[in-house]
């Protein structure tokens, strides 16, 4: 690819890490050398990870980077510290300039929560290999981040059953 593209999937509807799943395995199936990050997520427990592993993707899930909505007594000050350390693993592999396509599954909460400034996640996003395509997942993108992507999904949540009080099933929701 010439150039790399911005994707980002959010909103409040279902979807965003599936979309992501899906497009890591498109771009896989078509020879692109494809990276796929979580943050937000326990090491493990996701099985997508564990089957993006089978078809070669490389994966990661920064699961010191925890949810502050799950995790409320964690300390910001310790969790931007890991998110600073994630950001800087994987500069680490955009200077290797190995990979076609990035996926950061859950970064946009990074910015949502005020964990990682706007300011910040713009940074490290314009500092990509120019031909590295990356994709975006989260709810709460912002406009200044929506002006930056070039494609840009919205999940509408028009019904969900967590409203009529039915937990989330493994394999559907989690």
Known sequence: MKKGLVHIYTGEGKGKTTAAVGLAVRAKSRGLNTFFAQFFKEKNIGGETLLLNTLDITTVVFDQVKSPFFHPSLDQATLRNEIKKALSSLTIIFRENKFDVMILDEFICLISTGLLSEKEALAFLKSRPKNLEI????????PKLMNYADYITYMQKIKHPKDEGITARKGIEI
Do not use: E, F, M, Q
Request: hydrophobic share 40%; net charge positive; charged share 10%.
């Open 135 to 142: 994709v975006l997942t989260g709810r709460g993108a912002s």
